[in-house]
Each structure stands twice: as structure tokens, then as C-alpha cells.
């Protein structure tokens, strides 16, 4: 298997960090599915883990926080027949979700209306209240 999995420069997690564990998988497989242990569950403790730099520890940690227990996140494949390649999946998913974590979100800038649109909204309103003002009846 791969040795280690660089997730972006500076951070690389270790084959020694990672916990495997196969079950019977759910997909295909046709009358071996429930013979053959092929679904992976690839672990790594995120919250204890020397390997993660101590500056993107705590954004890592909120922004998995849905994904994580314990401080440990897990991916669970179970998309091909034959282990190796999930194995090869879950290792591949679980850089993916660390890489995406890694990324500070860009903040959103509150954009202003237009002058245009503004004024085409308040004309709107005004020709809804005139249509509704000539409803009415008359007061004579």
C-alpha cells in the first residue's frame, strides 16, 4: 500500500496513523459479498494526531466537527468488488475531506442593490398600490 498521504505540503499523514477495518460489504460482489471482508473502514484521529500542524488543528476540528467522534475521522468504502481498490477509495476519500477541510472558506462580502434595481422595485410598489388605490370604491 502507500507509505503516506501528503494532504498538502507540510502535512502528511503516516501509514502508522491510519486504523483499517474490513466487514462484509453491502455492494457488489454477487455470492462472494458475504463471504469476502471487502468494505474498509479507514480511521485517523484527527484530534491526536502529531502528524496534523498544530495551526490547522483547531479549524480542522471545527470545520469536521459533523464528521468526526472522538476526534477521529472515519470513511467507509464499499464501492468495488475486490479490497485493495477500496482500500485505495478510502485512502484517496479521506485526503480529499482533509484537503477540503484545510481550505479557510472565503468570506462572503454583503453585495449592495444596485441603483437600478432599486428604483424598479419601488416603482413596482407603486404601481401595485395604485392598481389596488383604484380598487376603491369611490368616496362621494
Given at each position: 500500500?502507500?507509505?503516506?498521504?501528503?494532504?498538502?505540503?507540510?502535512?502528511?499523514?503516516?501509514?502508522?496513523?491510519?486504523?483499517?477495518?474490513?466487514?462484509?460489504?453491502?455492494?457488489?460482489?454477487?455470492?462472494?459479498?458475504?463471504?469476502?471482508?471487502?468494505?474498509?473502514?479507514?480511521?485517523?484521529?484527527?484530534?491526536r494526531?502529531?502528524?496534523?500542524?498544530?495551526?490547522?488543528?483547531?479549524?480542522?476540528?471545527?470545520?469536521?466537527?459533523?464528521?468526526?467522534?472522538?476526534?477521529?475521522?472515519?470513511?467507509?468504502?464499499?464501492?468495488?468488488?475486490a479490497?485493495?481498490?477500496?482500500?485505495?477509495?478510502?485512502?484517496?476519500?479521506?485526503?480529499?475531506?482533509?484537503?477540503?477541510?484545510?481550505?479557510?472558506?472565503?468570506?462572503?462580502r454583503?453585495?449592495?442593490?444596485?441603483?437600478?434595481?432599486?428604483?424598479?422595485?419601488?416603482?413596482?410598489?407603486?404601481?401595485?398600490?395604485?392598481?389596488?388605490?383604484?380598487?376603491?370604491?369611490?368616496?362621494?
Open positions: 500500500m502507500i507509505e503516506e498521504m501528503e494532504i498538502i505540503p507540510g502535512f502528511v499523514v503516516p501509514e502508522s496513523q491510519l486504523q483499517e477495518r474490513f466487514s462484509h460489504s453491502s455492494g457488489p460482489g454477487g455470492q462472494g459479498v458475504n463471504t469476502s471482508d471487502s468494505r474498509v473502514e479507514l480511521q485517523f484521529d484527527v484530534a494526531s502529531d502528524a496534523v500542524p498544530e495551526h490547522l488543528r483547531p479549524m480542522l476540528l471545527t470545520t469536521l466537527s459533523n464528521r468526526l467522534v472522538n476526534g477521529v475521522l472515519t470513511v467507509a468504502v464499499q464501492d468495488e468488488r479490497q485493495l481498490a477500496n482500500r485505495r477509495l478510502a485512502r484517496a476519500r479521506m485526503a480529499d475531506v482533509l484537503q477540503k477541510a484545510c481550505v479557510q472558506p472565503r468570506r462572503r454583503p453585495t449592495k442593490r444596485t441603483r437600478g434595481s432599486q428604483r424598479r422595485r419601488l416603482e413596482a410598489k407603486k404601481r401595485r398600490g395604485e392598481i389596488k388605490r383604484n380598487r376603491q370604491r369611490p368616496n362621494w
